[in-house]
């Protein structure tokens, strides 16, 4: 039986379109300067590694050079083309939501109101401006949504294959999707029950279903993985810390050690899902209050809870991941929240969508990159071997931007490292402890790479302010080691030692 009224309208067609562009530009325009966790770094030197394979999400690489290759005319770098990448995932899954909202029968105000919410919500709108993985993921992953309420309505091995084929493609592009067949499922019964009058969904369609997405992943998956190599990182982070190169199993396993459930899942919950989400992540759970959405409401409050089990044990309450494990629950809330809110106050819930949009993406507290330091240490180092020990984001984001190879050592993770070495203990009121650190750590491993140091003013700055007694430290090593300020010609405030 074939679809009739809206999903068949070639107006609704061309609003999708329409909607799919507009988004496109609006996420182009409104790139962030600011970038979003360290990931990014590893996306760009792997897309520059002939036959590298992305260890977890085999599907990006590839999808990403062939962008590349389609906008080499263009002339951008490898970041501004992932970036790139990003905005057409979130402007094609803005369409495949419009696309789903007129499959589940609502007239087209409410679709375009749907797509319009879901184009702002924090999360889509923060990866769909910034180089990761999540935008091209959500991409596909609304396509399959659409093809699973098509499914819904017409209970076909057609569509069941299509539905299969659509999430494991969504998978090859983020693990994640393994979590989209129970979302699946539930976009099923809710559309079913709401709009269909087929009674068989018989157990050869999801079986259709299953082996489709599991051929899919599994099948291209192998494909991928026997067409190219591990990155040389991943290889030689394996070979120091004794670990193996792991795939997507594996790595959820590992992170499963040290989740503590009740501690996180609060923190989880308010970082992950109600600020990225904002305002549907809280105005969706009206459904579970009314009598005429319950069902679908409890339905969609088992899958929530599914996404946020599953998003403690990637984060652990500590990686600020803003919402982007949590996408593919962005249409159903979307929708739960258009269902229980009256329409005259849609135009104030689109304003206040909008807003939280503005107000909520981006990462917090994470500054632009110093282009002008990445500027500086990229010249320095192409005429001797450097290792820059930087601040914070902003020289370390500045400095990978100007060259991802850049070596750097971080103030923020050598402080970390340094509290977690058992053999310190106390060392926050000793700073002939903390001097011994820099020189028979730090030094030497600069200088066992055959490299002079360069410490960032910055840097010294931010230890001082977190540790006192760094400053004592750092003036005993800087006189101990030689250290000489650099002049006002080479662009960075700091000194080296060589």
């Known amino acids: 039986m074939a679809i009739s009224g809206p999903a068949m309208d070639g107006r609704a067609t061309r609003e999708t379109w329409l909607l799919g562009a507009v988004a496109f530009g609006l996420y182009a325009m409104l790139r962030q300067e600011a970038l979003h966790g360290t990931d990014w770094r590893w996306l760009v030197l792997w897309l520059d590694e002939a036959g590298a394979v992305h260890p977890h999400h085999p599907g990006y690489l590839p999808v990403a050079r062939a962008l590349r290759w389609l906008l ?144 899919v992943w599994g099948g291209a998956y192998w494909l991928i993985r026997a067409s190219g190599h591990l990155p040389g990182s991943v290889i030689g982070l394996a070979e120091v810390t004794g670990a193996q190169p792991s795939n997507p199993g594996e790595y959820f396993l590992v992170s499963v ?126 005429a001797q071997k450097t290792v820059f020990f930087v601040a914070d984001f902003p020289e370390m984001d500045g400095a990978f931007l100007a060259v991802a190879k850049l070596d750097l050592l971080v103030a923020r993770k050598e402080f970390d490292d340094l509290r977690a070495n058992p053999h310190l203990r106390g060392f926050e009121q000793q700073p002939d402890v903390i001097a011994g650190w820099l020189a028979g750590v730090i030094l030497k491993g600069v200088r066992d790479r055959g490299a002079q140091l360069v410490v960032t003013d910055r840097a010294v700055q931010w230890l001082i302010a977190r540790l006192p007694a760094f400053g004592a430290a750092w003036e005993a090593f800087g006189k101990q080691a030689g250290a000489v300020r650099l002049p006002a010609e080479a662009g960075i405030a700091g000194v080296v030692v060589r």
């Not at 990866?127 to 993921?137: D, G, I, K, N, Q």
């Not at 549907?280 to 069902?295: K, N």
């Not at 403690?312 to 996408?327: C, P, Q």
């Not at 269902?339 to 939280?356: E, F, M, Q, S």
């Open 72 to 215: 080499s005319p263009l002339g951008l770098d490898v970041h501004a083309v992932l970036c790139v990448f990003s905005a057409l995932g979130g402007a094609v899954a803005v369409a495949g939501l419009h696309r789903a909202s007129i499959a589940l029968g609502g007239d087209r105000v409410a679709a375009r109101l749907a797509a319009v919410l879901a184009m702002f919500t924090p999360a889509l709108f923060h990866f769909a401006t910034v180089c990761e993985l999540h935008a091209p993921f959500a991409g596909v992953m609304a396509w399959a949504l659409w093809s699973a309420v098509r499914w819904a309505k017409e209970p076909t091995v057609r569509w069941a294959l299509t539905t299969g084929v659509l999430t494991g493609a969504a998978t090859l592009l983020h693990a994640t999707g393994q979590l989209l067949v129970p979302a699946v499922f539930v976009a099923i019964v809710v559309a079913h029950r709401r709009h269909s009058r087929h009674s068989g969904h018989s157990w050869l369609r999801w079986a259709g279903f299953a082996v489709a997405h599991l051929l």
């Open 257 to 382: 050690g040290g989740v503590s459930l009740l501690a996180q899942l609060p923190l989880t919950t308010v970082t992950e899902w109600w600020l990225p989400y904002a305002p549907v992540s809280v105005l969706c759970l009206g459904a579970l209050a009314s009598r005429r959405w319950r069902v679908e409401g409890w339905l969609f409050a088992v899958v929530l809870a599914i996404y946020l089990g599953a998003t403690v044990v990637m984060v652990h309450a500590v990686t600020d991941e803003r919402g982007g494990y949590l996408l593919p629950l962005l249409w159903p809330a979307v929708s739960l929240t258009l269902a229980v809110v009256p329409r005259r106050w849609w135009p104030v819930l689109l304003a206040i969508g909008v807003t939280c949009g503005f107000v909520f993406r981006g990462e917090p507290g994470r500054l632009p990159p110093d282009r002008a330091f990445g500027r500086a240490a990229a010249a320095m180092a192409n």
